[in-house]
C-alpha cells in the first residue's frame, strides 16, 4: 500500500498570512501517462470533504486562487497564499494511482 | 447541480448487518465510478471501497474484505454498501463520493455526500 505522509499535523494561522503544508508518498505517484495521481482535500468543521486541487497543481471548479499544489514523484506542497477565517479545517492529500486508494492522516489548520 | 444523499446508517450490535444507500441526482450516474470512504470518531478519512460506473468490478479495503459489498442500481441512480459481520472498529461516518470518470484508479473524487453514521456497539 502507498502511504501517504502529511507534515505538519496541525498548523495556527495569523489571517492574511501564508500557510504550507506538506505531503509525502511512499511510492511514487507519477504514471507512465505522464500524470500525477495527488489532490488535495479540505474538510471544514461539520462538513464533508471537498475537493481542492487535482494531478498536483490543477484547482479544482471555484477553488480561489490563493490555493496552489505543487511538487513532483514523491513530495508534494499545498500552500495557501493568505490564509482566510474560511479556511481553517483539516486538509488531506490522497493517491489513486493505485489501489487501496490512501490519504494522509491530516492537517489541521486554525486561525490565530 | 450534484447532490450525492447518504442514508441509512444506525446503531447495530457487533456481528450485525447494516445497509448503507447512496441517492445521486444532476448527473449521468452510470458514466461514473462511485466510492465510499468513512471517518472514525475523531480520526481521519479512510478508503473503503469504490465500484465502476457499468458495476462490472468492485474493490475493497483490506479491512472490510469479504464483509462489505458496494453494488449500484444505474436505473435508480443509488450506490449502496452491504455491511456484514460488523466490529466495533467499523464505527464511523460513512460518505459515498462521486468520481470523475468510469474507473477508479488515476482519478479523482469531486462530489460527497452529507455522511451517514454507523455506530457498531452491544
Known amino acids: 500500500d502507498i502511504v501517504m505522509t502529511q507534515t505538519p499535523l496541525s498548523l495556527s494561522v495569523t489571517p492574511g498570512q501564508p500557510a504550507s503544508i506538506s505531503c509525502r508518498s511512499s511510492q511514487s505517484l507519477l504514471h507512465s501517462d505522464g500524470k500525477t495521481y495527488l489532490y488535495w482535500y479540505l474538510q471544514k468543521p461539520g462538513q464533508s470533504p471537498q475537493l481542492l486541487i487535482y494531478e498536483v497543481s490543477s484547482r479544482f471548479s471555484g477553488v480561489p486562487d490563493r490555493f496552489s499544489g505543487s511538487g513532483s514523484g514523491t513530495d508534494f506542497t499545498l500552500k495557501i497564499s493568505r490564509v482566510e477565517a474560511e479556511d481553517v479545517g483539516v486538509y488531506y492529500c490522497?493517491?489513486?494511482?493505485?489501489?487501496?486508494?490512501?490519504f494522509g492522516g491530516g492537517t489541521k489548520v486554525e486561525i490565530k | 447541480e450534484v447532490q450525492l444523499l447518504d442514508s441509512g446508517g444506525g446503531l447495530v450490535q457487533p456481528g450485525g448487518s447494516l445497509t448503507l444507500s447512496c441517492a445521486a441526482s444532476?448527473?449521468?450516474?452510470?458514466?461514473?465510478?462511485m466510492t465510499w470512504v468513512r471517518q472514525a470518531p475523531g480520526r481521519g478519512l479512510e478508503w473503503v471501497s469504490a465500484?465502476?460506473?457499468?458495476?462490472?468490478?468492485?474493490y475493497y479495503a483490506d479491512s472490510v474484505k469479504g464483509r462489505f459489498a458496494i453494488s449500484r442500481d444505474n436505473p435508480k441512480n443509488t450506490l449502496y454498501l452491504q455491511m456484514n459481520s460488523l466490529r466495533a472498529e467499523d464505527t464511523a461516518v460513512y460518505y459515498c463520493?462521486?468520481?470523475?470518470?468510469?474507473?477508479?484508479?488515476?482519478?479523482?473524487?469531486?462530489?460527497w455526500g452529507q455522511g451517514a453514521l454507523v455506530t457498531v456497539s452491544s
Open positions: 465500484i465502476t460506473g457499468s458495476g462490472g468490478s468492485t
Open positions: 444532476g448527473f449521468a450516474f452510470s458514466s461514473y465510478a
Open positions: 463520493a462521486k468520481g470523475e470518470m468510469t474507473t477508479v484508479t488515476r482519478a479523482y473524487f469531486d462530489f
Open positions: 490522497m493517491q489513486t494511482i493505485h489501489l487501496p486508494l490512501t
